[in-house]
């Protein structure tokens, strides 16, 4: 089969060329003037909460994220505080990019866990971002839901997370979008603050 | 000679072979917890049931001995729900310890679950809880909830040890494997228990949480621990280098070799490589010069030893010149080191041996007093005092205090095993050029005028000859650590730099000469030493007074 079947045949419309060029430049001058006139009311400060270009005016307004995104790495703990990472070994043996640096240390005090990670570092300046590792636990030790996009650095040493800060981060709910039990959108709590402030 | 068939194929065996045995010879791989085969046989784990025709129930493969006719199934509906049902009952109270296990990689619950099991757990009982993380020796922690009872380490102490440390204690799923009260599993082969435990409940102290076993690279090599020569694999990390904190190799494991150490080894060889990866390591050329070491490079090193070697010969003679070679060096080495000393150098005083002085731990199983892997190629080679009418390393060291030898080149030894502290100082202090060459720092080495790093068993290929005249072959598993180099190359390169060069590039031109060479390797080469090993000849005999200390 050839894999361009997948694709809708084209409707007697589409195949006359024109009208469909003609549609494509009214929907791009459409947006262009709809842009323009909001943009020019809120440079004339006559309605500012309008929202102008479909872009994202980064930093001041975030975008909602969506829950699959997957972003900066932590590690999560148990309820005494403890990290749940048994130094198992599994994300650093899956991980396409070797960026993960475990050495497990001996918790004897405790026979029931046994072991746990003496150092975890995690080389973001590596990280392909595939969420491997988080698939590969086997504990639910670690996860990508902080939430966290910015993630950058003048030298290259500080692009790699360790342990204590992995430990220490907690997922921003309110950066991500809610949904209904429909599963439509309801809330862009971030996006709306952000609009207001 | 009984006839059976095992799923179709048939096979003619030996009277009194086991149904799992005959399988084996077939290449047929029949699952086993309990039975090992250097241990009696129980059938306790029952994982290895198959279906033999005309019999009511399925019947255990390890103790089932073939009769004639015999027509068996190892891989039918039948078998295989057999199989899944012992699993499933195996994994009862087993915890799955997995991410923190050691076995996990190379445990057989894993693997059999994986090739065999795959039920749904039926179980909504709690697992019953025993002891973990116990420490029952010096070497082994116990886990007894991961313990399967199949009493492989019980027998291992029973029947080859004969110590009879452990036991299984309680009735029903209460039962556990534990020491008898008030004792240690302490013994000289403790390691090999952990090594057939089928699980993760014997694991090593010396091994656990530091790396996993995926991560490891194994290579065959031999012990160097004592003249035995058990046959090893080096596990190293190579895909991990950054893991252990600089220490490459994670463990030796035995491996089977019929003549030599059948599955096992020694604590002592099994624990005894940390050298390696010491810091004591010489990694680089070096010299001293008022009394503070400094480094150098190889080309200037070789220069001046061998410019320092040349005069010294020159001006006093060669019977100024002691040489002391080691049995701890490969037959390649010591064939290098011949030819250089006594060849190119003309010299007579070269010997190797240097008598312990306290006794080595030996044993009728496999430890040797002499803990030295080569001490019979050394002889073999005529590198002694007595081959060569030169000075006995005791001789060398007197005349040394009395300041007639003038100069003294040493290989891996340390002195004070042999000698007292005092009287090395004494001998060594008045030589005027002290050459160390080997792995390590020790009291010799730092009596010396120049140090040469070697490398060591792991990071070199060659051969040992055993106690008994068998030659083994060792592999490199890693590069070499920081500048040192095998002994033969250094021993190459000051001949070169005096004139004669040995035109070898491998260990296997080396020892190719040697074949030549010494009539007791006569017909020897690589390819025929093999993995097991070869008798030099004249030594079949010996041969079987070894192997009947293994059975006895
Ligand atoms: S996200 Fe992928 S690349 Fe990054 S640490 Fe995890 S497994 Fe490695
Ligand atoms: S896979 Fe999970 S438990 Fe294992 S080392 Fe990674 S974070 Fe820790
Ligand atoms: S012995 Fe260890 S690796 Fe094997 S199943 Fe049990 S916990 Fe897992
Ligand atoms: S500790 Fe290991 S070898 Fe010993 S009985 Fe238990 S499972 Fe078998
Ligand atoms: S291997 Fe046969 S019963 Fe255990």
């Known amino acids: ?197 | 000679m009984p006839k059976i068939t095992i799923d179709g194929t048939e096979i003619e065996v030996e009277k009194g072979t086991t149904v799992i045995q005959a399988a084996e010879q077939l290449g047929i791989e029949i699952p086993r917890y309990c039975y090992h085969p250097g241990l009696s046989i129980v059938g306790v784990c029952r994982i290895c049931l198959v279906e033999i025709e005309r019999m009511p129930k399925l019947q255990v493969a390890c103790y089932t001995p073939v009769t004639d006719g015999m027509v068996v199934h190892t891989n039918n509906e039948k078998v295989l729900q057999a199989r899944r049902a012992v699993l499933e009952f195996l994994l009862i109270n087993h915890p799955l310890d997995c991410p923190v296990c050691d076995q996990a990689g190379e445990c057989w619950l894993q693997n059999f679950y994986m090739q065999h099991g795959l039920y749904d757990s039926k179980m909504f009982e709690d697992k019953v809880k025993k002891q973990k993380a116990l420490d029952i020796g010096p070497n082994v922690m116990l886990d007894s909830e991961r313990c399967i009872l199949c009493s492989r380490c019980v027998r291992f102490c029973d029947e080859i040890t004969e110590t009879f440390e452990l036991g299984i204690f309680n009735r029903g799923d209460h039962a556990e494997l534990l020491p008898y009260p008030g004792q240690e599993l302490d013994n000289k082969y403790s390691g090999n228990t952990i090594d057939i435990c089928p699980v993760g409940a014997l694991t090593d102290k010396d091994f656990r949480f530091r790396t996993r076993v995926w991560y490891l690279t194994e290579t065959p090599s031999v012990c160097p621990g004592c003249s035995t020569g058990c046959n090893i694999s080096v596990h190293h990390n190579d895909k991990r280098p950054y893991k252990a904190g600089g220490i490459r190799i994670s463990r030796l494991k035995p491996r089977y070799n019929p003549e030599v150490n059948q599955w096992w080894m020694c604590d002592e060889g099994r624990y005894g490589f940390t050298y390696v990866d010491d810091d004591s390591r010489i990694v680089a050329p070096q010299k001293k010069t008022r009394g503070r070491w400094q480094e150098l490079s190889w080309n200037d090193a070789i220069d001046e030893i061998a410019n320092k070697m040349k005069d010294t010969i020159d001006k006093h003679g060669a019977e100024a010149f002691g040489v002391i070679l080691s049995p701890q060096m490969t037959n390649e080495d010591l064939f290098a080191a011949k030819r250089f000393f006594k060849e190119t150098l003309e010299l007579e005083n070269i010997d190797f041996e240097v008598a312990a002085r306290e006794k080595g731990y030996e044993d009728d199983f496999l430890m040797k007093a002499d803990k030295n892997p080569n001490t019979e190629g050394a002889k073999k080679l005529g590198v002694s005092a007595m081959d060569n009418s030169g000075l006995e390393v005791a001789q060398m060291l007197a005349e040394a205090k009395d300041k007639r030898l003038k100069a003294l080149y040493i290989c891996h030894h340390d002195l004070e095993k042999g000698f007292n502290k005092e009287e090395v100082k004494a001998a060594l202090s008045k030589v005027d050029l002290v050459i160390f060459q080997g792995t390590n720092q020790n009291l010799t080495s730092n009596l010396a005028n120049y140090c040469l790093p070697s490398a060591t068993f792991v990071e070199i290929d060659g051969t040992f000859t055993n106690f008994a005249g068998r030659v083994q072959r060792i592999h490199k598993a890693v590069e070499p650590l920081g500048e040192s180099k095998p002994d033969w190359i250094i021993f190459r390169n000051l001949s070169k730099r005096l004139g004669k060069s040995m035109p070898y590039f491998e260990p296997e031109d080396v020892f190719n000469a040697l074949v030549e060479e010494v009539d007791a390797f006569k017909g020897l080469s690589y390819e025929k030493i093999g993995e097991h090993g070869i008798l030099l000849d004249g030594h079949e005999e010996s041969a079987e007074k070894e192997m009947g200390a293994l059975v006895a």
């Open chain 1, 1 to 197: 089969m050839n894999i361009h079947d997948k694709y809708k045949p084209l409707t007697f419309w589409e195949k006359l060329y024109l009208p469909a060029i003609i549609a494509g430049i009214w929907l791009t001058s459409k947006h262009f003037f709809r842009n323009l006139t909001l943009h020019i009311l809120r440079a004339l400060r006559i309605r500012r909460s309008a929202m102008g270009a479909v872009t994202i005016q980064y930093p001041e307004f975030l975008r909602p994220l969506f829950p699959r995104l997957r972003t900066m790495h932590r590690l999560t703990k148990r309820e005494d505080g403890t990290p749940r990472c048994v130094a198992c070994m599994m994300c650093e043996t899956v991980c396409p990019a070797n960026c993960i640096y475990i050495i497990a240390d001996e918790k004897l005090e405790d026979p029931q866990i046994e072991k746990m990670p003496k150092s975890f570092d995690i080389d973001l300046g590596l990280c392909i971002f595939c969420g491997y590792c988080v698939e590969a636990c086997p504990e639910d030790a670690i996860r990508m839901d902080t939430g966290i996009l910015e993630i950058s650095n003048l030298t290259r040493n500080g692009m790699v997370l360790d342990m204590e800060t992995m430990l220490n981060l907690e997922p921003r709910q309110d950066r991500y979008v809610k949904y209904t039990k429909e599963g439509d959108i309801v809330s862009q709590e971030y996006l709306k603050q952000s609009k207001s402030e």
